[in-house]
């Protein structure tokens, strides 16, 4: 049985993680190098860290916190957030990331994928997915969920696979910070839609939502924020939660 994972998301804006709701109204919430080092020791399966003001306000990820941040964690450490070349991965890479996601530069330039996959592998590549539901279905939001690209999620979740991505973190925006659970129709869609690793993200608001996403879809692991920034529930006690409910994950020992 393949074996779940629990992934903190740090949500960054200058300097600082920072939570909202639908992608907007955002409050500060402490300092990422903290925070993703408390995560690293307390059981998180993975780290992911964006830096979620980089492409509106044109300018890279903040490298000096992605070297602190990768100093400090001790679990495979992903990083997005103005990604636009092969180069800002190499930077990123080099950094102390083992993985790199992108999403509004993948969509002006599907070929990026391919060419950091075919430089670093697959495995490196995560290709982040905003998806809004429109009546036409769901469609694919970019810089930071403000922008419409017209683009169908499901087939655009094909099209990355089919250019090298390695895995797809899968964010619904009408969800996004509404605590009531992870949009299970969007993410059951896309995980069929793909062979790749999928990460749900997007509304989850207690330990049980977690069980649920992963009994009811076959998404790889499930990404959350809030809950744990803001010390409502910590990662032990959202595995102890998906043990009982008979998921199979890595234990966090506390």
Partial sequence: M??????PCLDVKE??????????????????????SLYSQ???????FLDISATNEGRQTMIDIVRETANQVFVPFTVGGGVR???????????????VGMNSAAVANPDLITEGA????SQCIVVAIDAKWFEDGWHVMTHGGKVDSGLDALEWAKTVEEKGAGEILLTSVDTDGVK????????????????????ASGGCGS???????????????????????????????????CVREGVSIRESGF
């Avoid at 600082?16 to 409050?27: C, D, E, I, P």
């Avoid at 070349?85 to 993985?99: C, I, N, R, Y």
């Avoid at 992870?182 to 896309?190: M, P, Q």
């Avoid at 010390?231 to 006690?237: L, S």
């Fill in 118 to 121: 075919n430089r670093f592998g």
């Fill in 15 to 36: 300097g600082k993680v920072v939570k909202g709701t639908n992608f907007v109204s955002l409050r500060e919430l402490g300092d990422p190098v903290q925070m993703a």
């Fill in 207 to 241: 330990p049980e939502h977690f069980p649920e996403v992963f009994q009811k879809t076959d998404v790889s692991a499930a990404l959350a924020a809030s809950i744990f920034h803001e010390n409502t529930f910590t990662i032990g006690e959202v595995k102890d939660t």
């Fill in 2 to 7: 393949i074996v779940k994972r629990i992934i």
């Fill in 85 to 99: 070349t092969v180069e800002d991965m190499t930077t990123l890479l080099k950094a102390g990331a083992d993985k």
């Fill in 180 to 199: 009531d659970g992870f949009d299970i129709r969007l993410t059951k869609a896309v995980v069929d839609a793909v062979r790749i690793p999928v990460i």
């Fill in 42 to 48: 307390h059981g998180a399966d993975e780290i992911i």
